[in-house]
């Protein structure tokens, strides 16, 4: 091949090279090779260059590599190179990188023992292959088990799995997974529990036949094949087992580190148990048996745990406890012979000490006699032909026969075991098929192999030979199926081998006859060895350094086999004096029933099983024959025939293989030791299958695989329309050898190195393409880059330029600036210089003259008051000369002026005396007296005038004294003052000299102040910056305490608000999963009820007694009334249940006694979940209620007030409508009688009054209508039949006018209507007016609200500036002003329609009173008999009214029958219920219902509601698998649900009741208890919903979600190999995205179309989209083709379009998306870059809906498509998981499809009023009744 391949040793080209340690080591050319060099120059992956030479005569070139994209594949078949390395190196990537275990390599699954558990064998695994197809999934050994199965049942042909391998390679584990399997998904027929039965040998066989070894500590140390029996319907019936070449020599030997069978340590283990005192064990030290090995313990195992496993096991096989006391005692005295000591008599006897414990202990624990077994220990019979000799035996002998009787022992021991697993898992129901699971040892080669090692690899060269063959005719089938043309593939035939070993004079042969002999021996046996075969066959070897040996070329490698001990093994004898003491126990039946089965007992199955052989075998003996030459045949001869008759089976049955590999020898997790590995490669026969795979075309694609992978090699004229022929001509013109491909029917077939030959032609188109692409961008890219450089520099130049000329313009303007800015700072300079020379002039002339004026001052101020001083004092003594010299003269003028008085008064005194003086007087005395009169006048008025000057005068003088006065006051205070002053003066002066001193004082305290202050003030801002420094410090630190402060109390107030949310998620959580154990209680418990309901059936079919009609009575809920379930005929007896009942209790009353032990607990266990499921439910409702009371309470008062007011409105509208209905009837009656005259003004007015009271009542009914306005539809009805009534009248009264005949009729009636148009005109003017008003008090009302407005705004902006405590307390303050105020307004508005109803009553009362006024004066006044009789009354039609139903329907007892059977059996959805009403049959039931409790008939409603539970079950089950059966009762159940809540009385659901429905609320039963059971048959309803949903779903999500391309020509085609996955390309009949889209749909139309409660579709839609989540992501964990890139955008455009579903239907709100997450999360796992550390954080925070389990899944799946791609590093995956480490979840795998979200049914009342509804005839229930 690699001749052939020599142009693909190119440079760069890799290649394997073989190595000393790693087997094959990677090199990479580094020079083209030419055809004839010797040498090829190659460098290692370390950098290391070498020189690789050929073989000159072979010439053969090393083995080529295969390219990245194919290496980790699935099936090492899908190589293109086939070989050895390629091998090695898949299986190595795949174990080591990729952490997977198993690898298909054509149809043998390849698994590799990780020494560590993995979570890829759970139930979700199980059930995620279950169905598969082999190819579509990653491989596994559930794959495997589930192809067996399916062969089985598809082609009816028994199976066989064939596991092989060597110790520690986990054949066990890998055949107890495979039964596991089957048991998990086939199930029993009966409750027998086969499948737990078969799993449950399994701990049993381990115990005896499993050992320690140095490879493995848990070792089968025999084989077996097991045989599963099937049923027709492909159900566990039952079991057989078949045991080879178990291993009796380790009972009394074991080497270093290894152990005896488990269960004698179990039994030492557990010594101290009471039960086993009297076995008289110990530790296992103290027995031989169990310490040679001197490894009695294995970590991490429980020896005591695993007995009582391996006890249980016994149990549940039915095996008793004292039979296994009686196992248990029999071990424990192989244990005790083997301490028995044997000593030496002489060098031909020995013998046994007296009294040895341990034989007592033998001989006790058996029931046989010391001395007969101490005896025939050391002795032995000899018989002849007519004697018969008792002979010692030496000591070597005697322990010899000890063990060997102790191998005897446990043979039989094990054979009986065998025996009754074998009788516990057989059944007596026909076995329709079997499939078989081989676990054998695979191919041994030790240093020393003897006689066990050749019946091993004896055994595997017929298994080989089998294997080689079956892979050749698949080989053949597959190329005549394609029509291909067919070439004799050469492959390796080992029938030489096994006619070396089994044919005539074969080893075997020779070994018999040697047997035979008297003296034959190993030495005599291999002579006739080395005289018969050495020259005759060359698979036969001499060693050259011995002659007790001999070689033997085997399939897999050549093994020295010595002849020491074969002989012995051959016999395999044992003393029969020894087994006849052991048959003579008569205390102990088990012993003799262990060697009376060998004599006497068949297998179950009829056929021989294998028995003890060889030292280390046990091949059992041929139970089916007796003679005494049968039982005499060799170990050799039983092992041959049992070995035929297993090929035999095998050969009848369709094979599949299973090679498992043992990784290494240290039991190192994930530790690869490539020597090792090739080793079990070559010898399990995996290399054989690739050989014969690349002897002919291993690799094969389908057509459209091909197109779609290599459509890039083809040109565009070369596509044509058949695909076929496009690929015919293509590969004719890429590869010119026609031999190295062929043309199938469906498939084109290639030789080794074509696919990598084409993949490397499409990786240097696309390699190509991408450089020229890179190419053109590079272009593209670098001409932007210049252009944009281009721009960017005329810019930068545009801008530089512009910022020069702007600097130059800058700096022009600068310097004139500058310029200017010099001159007006120079002259500024020049004059504040000026000025302050000027200032300082005008400062010191201003003081010089401010001086001189003040000295001035001074001189003149002291001239003033020294003149003024003068004046004064000159004054004063002016003043004081001037009174002197005045009093002087006024006392010399009184001197004077008295003397002349004096004078003159003795003038007069001497005159009066004397008469002629008087008259001398008189004489002129008159004149005198008038001109003195005058005088007087003249005096008088001269004294006025200066009586009036003098006036003047005074005041003048007055105003001068006081002028004076003041001046003098003044004067004499300055005269005070200057005295003051002078005295001051002169204080002032001695104060001002003490001033001085103390100034000289305060001078000197002032320097030593300042010095002090300079000090202290230095000190103290020292210590202001420290306590500046401190108080910063304070402050920061205050800060940060507060910043902490506030970090901690956010904190705490988002751990709070954490808390409380997680404990409000515990709550809901805790809450679900009550409700999830209570609903799968519900579905443990209805499945129950089902298996009773088919065993009662079973019974009664299998009774003579029982009746064609039968009847079954169904296991309730919780209710203790008796139930009806309905057959077809519904017409049965009582007496027939009866006895159909007891004939099958009498059948298995136990089996129902169980049932109803079993039912019992169930019902218990649901009542408790119940009463804990309503704790939690009321606890969830309490907490939400808390959150729900501050709404309440706002809305509480005024809820409340419209309530009343609604009430009070509602009541006082009745009153009026009742009364207007009189006063018509009334008005109509006198009408009628015609007692009125129609055209009569007063009753036109009167009618006309009626009217518009009629329709001020119909606003009134408006506004109650808007009150209510949930019963706007009913209101609407009554509204409209009002007005039909009201508007009946005018038109009957025109009637009447156009009839009048009579000419006063029609001028009465001209009047009227003048009266009527005027009475019109004025209401239609008040009604104007009234909208006027309105119009004005709306406008107002604006006005109102414009000013509340910008009150609002001012009160907002004015609380803004509050702080915020006063704006909470200012908007409270006018929250409740406002509000006070619109509760004030709303009761004025009461108070106003209070009046105005008032106002309405006393007209009507008054109308009333006139109304009958008239009618009895007309009818006084008017009317006659005769004309009641004669005139006929058409005036006016009377409506009739319709009858008022209550919403009840009355049926018959007898019609109960026929109620259900019509309404709920024989009703089709698809038929007569999709034109239904949504729920009408729960409506119709519940209104039956409703009458039974109206009638308050209890039997009727108990029976009523038992039919229709029972007959709903029924239809469920009938067609349980119907979606649109099981969605129409879902919602009826539902509907019916509803109405008992809502009818049911309580306050609760009666919230959104109309008064007629509380009307029509049940009122003598309380229905509770039913309430629960309907729920739970809606429970049950929903999740049968759900299944059905999942079955028609399941088949769509893989291929909808993960293989159709949803965008063409985003995934590739990779090569596959033979086990062929599904392809990914569209076929026809392959479901798409599309079909899931349209099947959602599907079921949400029903579902809407049925009246399904809105929130029951969102439970039903999140439950698909978790379904549809689950199952694609669980296939991506398990599908290794399907991680990649390309398949990640698909995903994600895929859940995008289910997003855009749920946005369409208005689902998103659901919580549906929420679980598609870990789907969303896994496709972007794939997308996202995968490298560096950020990569990894940005993984770990992006995929926390992920487990890490998942994560490092898929990260180890990740799978390149094309080579661009890169894989996922192992550090990188470590570093993802060192990252997740930390996290707290379940370490399982893949998601539970099988969980159902607990379902909640949320109240939902209906506004359907039950009166209203109609029963369509099409339901053919004419005998239901309306009440």
Not at 827 to 844: G, H, N, P, W
Not at 870 to 892: E, N, P, S, T
Not at 1441 to 1448: H, L, N, V
Not at 1777 to 1791: A, I, Y
Request: aromatic share 8%.
């Amino acid at each position: 091949m690699n001749q052939e391949l020599y142009y693909m040793f190119v440079k760069l080209a890799r290649v394997w090279i073989p190595d000393a340690e790693e087997v094959w080591k990677s090199a990479a050319l580094t020079k083209n090779y030419e055809d004839g060099d010797g040498s090829l120059q190659l460098a290692l992956e370390d950098g290391t260059n070498l020189e690789h030479k050929l073989d000159p005569k072979t010439k053969n070139l090393p083995y080529l590599r295969n390219p990245d994209i194919l290496v980790g594949e699935n099936d090492l078949t899908a190589l293109s190179y086939l070989h050895e390395p390629a091998v090695l190196h898949n299986l190595k990537v795949r174990f080591i990188d990729s952490k997977l275990i198993y690898t298909y390599c054509g149809i043998v699954l390849v698994a590799i023992n990780p020494y560590e558990s993995l979570p890829i064998y759970g139930s979700d695994i199980i059930n995620a292959y279950s169905g598969q197809n082999m190819g579509d999934m990653d491989p596994h050994i559930f794959a495997v088990a589930e192809e067996a199965y399916k062969q089985m049942a598809r082609d009816e042909r028994n199976q066989s799995i064939i596991v092989s391998g060597e110790s520690g390679a986990g054949k066990t584990v890998s055949a107890k997974y495979a039964m596991r399997y089957f048991a998990t998904v086939s199930g029993t027929t009966s409750e027998a529990n086969v499948e737990q039965k078969v799993l449950a040998s399994n701990p049993i066989m381990e115990a005896i036949g499993n050992a320690k070894t140095t490879r493995n500590d848990n070792s089968s140390r025999f084989g077996k094949y097991i045989e599963i029996g099937f049923d027709p319907r492909y159900r566990i019936i039952g079991a057989n087992m078949r045991t080879y070449l178990l291993e009796k020599s380790r009972v009394v030997f074991q080497a270093d580190e290894e152990r005896n069978y488990h269960i004698f340590y179990q039994l030492c283990a557990s010594a101290h148990l009471p039960e086993l005192k009297d076995l008289r064990l110990g530790s296992a030290n103290d027995f031989l048996y169990t310490r040679q090995g001197r490894s009695p313990v294995i970590e991490g195992v429980d020896d005591t745990k695993e007995l009582s496993t391996t006890r249980h096991a016994f149990t549940l096989l039915g095996v008793n406890e004292s039979y296994q006391m009686g196992l248990f005692q029999v071990l424990a005295a192989i244990l005790h012979l083997g301490n028995v000591e044997v000593k030496d008599r002489d060098s031909d006897s020995s013998v046994i000490p007296p009294n040895n414990s341990h034989l007592t202990a033998f001989c006790e624990l058996v029931g046989v006699s010391y001395q007969d077994m101490s005896h025939w220990l050391c002795h032995r019979k000899l018989r002849t032909a007519t004697e018969t000799y008792i002979k010692t035996v030496p000591r070597l002998q005697a322990v010899n026969s000890r063990d060997a009787l102790a191998k005897h022992v446990y043979a039989k021991l094990f054979s009986w075991i065998v025996e009754h697993v074998n009788k516990a898992l057989v059944t007596n129901i026909k076995q329709r098929s079997f499939i078989g699971v081989l676990d054998i040892y695979g191919f041994e080669t030790f240093e020393i192999n003897s006689f066990e090692q050749f019946c091993i690899n004896y055994a595997n060269e017929k298994l080989q030979q089998q294997f080689n063959m079956h892979v050749f005719k698949l080989e053949q089938e597959e190329y005549m199926r394609e029509e291909i043309p067919w070439t004799l593939i050469d492959f390796y035939d080992n029938q030489p081998c096994i006619n070396l070993i089994e044919a005539k004079m074969g080893v075997l042969d020779l070994l018999d006859e040697e047997c035979k002999m008297p003296k034959g021996s190993d030495e005599s046996w291999a002579q006739k060895l080395y005289n018969t075969h050495l020259k005759t066959c060359s698979l036969f070897q001499k060693p050259r350094l011995s002659n007790r040996a001999f070689i033997i070329q085997h399939f897999a490698d050549k093994v020295e086999y010595q002849c020491e001990g074969f002989l012995e093994k051959n016999k395999d004898t044992v003393n029969e004096e020894q087994i006849n003491v052991l048959k003579a126990s008569k205390k102990f039946p088990l012993l003799v029933e262990l060697f009376q089965d060998g004599e006497k007992a068949v297998s179950p199955t009829g056929q021989p099983q294998g028995a003890g052989g060889r030292t280390r075998l046990s091949v059992k003996p041929d139970k089916g024959r007796t003679s005494s030459r049968e039982h005499k045949k060799t170990v050799g001869c039983q092992f041959r025939n049992s070995l035929q008759m297993l090929m035999d089976t095998l050969n009848a049955t369709t094979p599949h293989y299973v090679r498992c590999i043992k990784p290494n020898d240290f039991k190192l997790a994930f530790s690869f030791d490539p020597m090792r590995a090739v080793q079990q490669l070559r010898a399990c026969g995996v290399l054989e299958t690739i050989r014969i795979s690349a002897a002919g075309f291993p690799s094969r694609w389908t057509y459209q695989e091909f197109y779609s992978r290599y459509r890039v090699l083809m040109k565009q004229k070369d596509v044509l329309q058949d695909k076929r022929l496009t690929c015919r001509n293509v590969l004719e013109f890429l590869v010119q050898d026609q031999d190295k491909y062929q043309f199938g029917k469906t498939k084109i077939f290639f030789r080794a190195g074509q696919v990598a030959y084409l993949e490397k032609l499409r990786s240097d188109k696309l390699r190509v393409a991408c450089v020229r692409i890179q190419k053109t961008i590079r272009c593209w890219l670098a001409r932007k880059k210049f252009l944009r450089q281009r721009r960017s520099a005329i810019t930068i130049q545009r801008f530089t330029r512009g910022f020069q000329a702007r600097c130059l313009a800058k700096f022009m303007r600068r310097t004139s600036a500058a310029t200017t800015i010099q001159k007006y700072q120079r002259m500024c300079v020049a004059r504040r210089r000026y000025r302050q020379k000027q200032a300082a002039a005008l400062a010191m002339q201003t003081i010089l003259r401010a001086y001189m004026a003040r000295q001035k001052y001074r001189a003149l101020l002291r001239e003033s008051k020294a003149v003024v001083i003068q004046k004064h004092a000159r004054g004063l003594l002016a003043r004081r000369r001037f009174k002197r010299c005045l009093r002087a003269i006024v006392y010399l003028q009184c001197c004077l002026r008295r003397m002349r008085a004096r004078w003159e008064l003795k003038k007069l005194k001497i005159e009066a005396r004397s008469v002629e003086h008087f008259k001398k007087l008189n004489i002129g005395m008159e004149n005198k007296i008038m001109q003195l009169q005058r005088r007087i006048d003249e005096q008088n008025n001269n004294h006025r005038a200066t009586v009036d000057k003098l006036a003047t005068l005074e005041a003048g003088h007055a105003a001068d004294s006081e002028r004076m006065r003041v001046e003098v006051t003044r004067l004499r205070g300055v005269e005070e003052d200057a005295r003051n002053n002078a005295n001051r003066a002169n204080s002032l002066q001695g104060e001002l000299e003490r001033l001085k001193k103390e100034l000289a004082t305060t001078q000197k305290e002032k320097k030593t102040i300042e010095d002090w202050a300079t000090k202290y003030r230095d000190e103290m801002e020292k210590m202001v910056s420290e306590l500046k420094s401190q108080n910063g410090l304070l402050k920061s630190e205050k800060d940060d305490l507060n910043r902490m402060i506030q970090e901690q109390r956010q904190q705490m107030t988002e751990q709070m608000a954490r808390a409380i949310a997680e404990e409000t998620q515990q709550l809901e959580t805790d809450l679900n999963e009550e409700r999830s154990r209570y609903q799968n209680l519900l579905t443990e418990h209805l499945r129950l009820e089902e298996k009773h309901d088919d065993l009662k059936e079973e019974m009664a079919l299998s009774s003579n007694t029982s009746r064609p009609g039968h009847r079954r009575t169904d296991s309730t809920h919780s209710s203790n009334e008796s139930e009806y379930t309905y057959n077809s005929e519904y017409a049965e007896a009582d007496e027939g249940s009866r006895v159909s009942e007891d004939s099958g209790r009498g059948m298995d009353t136990n089996l129902t006694l169980k049932l109803q032990k079993r039912l019992g607990e169930l019902e218990q266990d649901k009542q408790q979940l119940r009463d804990e499921l309503e704790n939690k439910e009321e606890l969830f409702q309490r907490a939400r209620a808390r959150d729900d009371v501050e709404h309440k309470k706002a809305r509480g008062a005024e809820l409340e007030y419209e309530s009343l007011k609604r009430q009070e409105l509602e009541s006082e509208n009745k009153k009026l409508k009742h009364n207007l209905a009189e006063m018509r009837q009334s008005l109509l009656g006198n009408q009628a009688t015609g007692a009125g005259a129609p055209g009569s003004p007063a009753y036109k007015v009167l009618l006309d009054q009626l009217n518009s009271s009629s329709e001020e009542l119909d606003v009134r009914k408006e506004e109650v209508l808007i009150l209510r306005s949930q019963l706007v539809s009913q209101k609407e009805a009554t509204h409209h039949k009002d007005e039909k009534e009201t508007m009946t009248e005018p038109t009957h009264h025109v009637v009447d006018v156009s009839k009048l005949k009579d000419t006063d009729e029609i001028k009465q009636a001209y009047v009227g209507l003048k009266d009527t148009n005027r009475l019109l005109e004025s209401q239609l003017q008040a009604q104007r007016r009234s909208y006027d008003n309105e119009t004005e008090g709306l406008r107002s009302e604006l006005q109102n609200v414009k000013e509340e407005n910008n009150r609002q705004q001012q009160l907002l902006a004015q609380n803004l500036q509050l702080p915020p405590e006063a704006r909470i307390e200012a908007s409270l303050q006018h929250e409740i002003t406002r509000l006070t105020n619109e509760n004030l307004d709303l009761m004025e508005q009461l108070e106003k329609q209070d009046k105005t109803i008032r106002k309405l009553k006393k007209q009507l009362k008054v109308y009333s009173k006139r109304i009958g006024e008239m009618g009895v004066g007309q009818t006084e006044g008017q009317t006659s008999p005769g004309q009641m009789v004669d005139e006929p009354v058409r005036a006016v039609s009377i409506p009739r009214r319709e009858k008022d139903f209550q919403g009840m329907l009355e049926y018959k007892r007898q019609d109960e029958l026929k109620l259900v059977k019509n309404l709920i059996l024989e009703l089709k959805p698809r038929g007569v219920a999709v034109n239904l009403i949504p729920g009408l049959p729960a409506y119709i039931l519940f209104m039956c219902l409703r009458h039974a409790d109206y009638v308050n008939d209890d039997e009727k409603v108990r029976t009523l509601l038992a039919s229709t539970i029972n007959c709903i079950k029924k239809i469920l089950k009938k067609r349980g698998d119907d979606f649109e059966t099981v969605s129409f009762w879902l919602a009826n159940t539902c509907r019916f649900l509803h109405c008992l809540k809502q009818y049911s009385g309580d306050e609760v659901f009666m919230k959104h009741n109309s008064a007629r429905q509380n009307e029509h609320c049940l009122s003598n039963f309380d229905l509770a208890e039913y309430r629960q059971v309907i729920s739970d048959l809606a429970i049950q309803i929903y999740q049968q919903l759900i299944k059905c949903m999942e079955n028609i779903l399941q088949a769509m999500i893989v291929s909808g979600m993960l293989e159709h391309e949803t965008i063409q020509g985003v995934s590739g085609v990779k090569p596959t190999g033979l086990r062929k996955r599904t392809s990914s390309i569209a076929d026809e009949g392959m479901y798409t995205l599309e079909s899931i889209l349209r099947q959602l749909g599907a079921f949400h139309s029903t579902m809407c179309q049925h009246g399904t409660d809105p929130e029951l579709i969102k439970q039903v839609v999140k439950q698909q989209f978790y379904i549809i989540g689950a199952v694609t992501l669980n296939n991506l964990l398990l599908r290794k083709d399907m991680c990649s890139w390309s398949k990640g955008m698909q995903i994600r455009y895929n859940v995008s379009q289910l997003e855009e579903w749920l946005r369409d239907k208005n689902l998103m709100a659901c919580g549906a998306k929420e679980t598609l997450e870990p789907l969303i999360q896994a496709a972007q796992l794939l997308q996202v870059k995968k490298k560096t550390d950020e990569d990894a954080e940005a993984i770990c925070s992006m995929c926390h809906a992920l487990t890490t389990a998942q994560i490092v899944k898929v990260l180890n799946l990740y799978t390149p498509v094309n080579e661009f791609e890169e894989r996922v590093s192992v550090s990188f995956i470590r570093t993802i998981q060192t990252r997740l480490r930390g996290r707290c979840e379940s370490p399982q795998l893949l998601m539970d499809t099988k969980v159902i979200y607990p379902v909640t049914f949320p109240f939902n009342p209906s506004a359907l009023a039950l009166e209203t509804i109609q029963i369509p005839s099409s339901l053919n229930l004419g005998f239901l009744v309306r009440v």
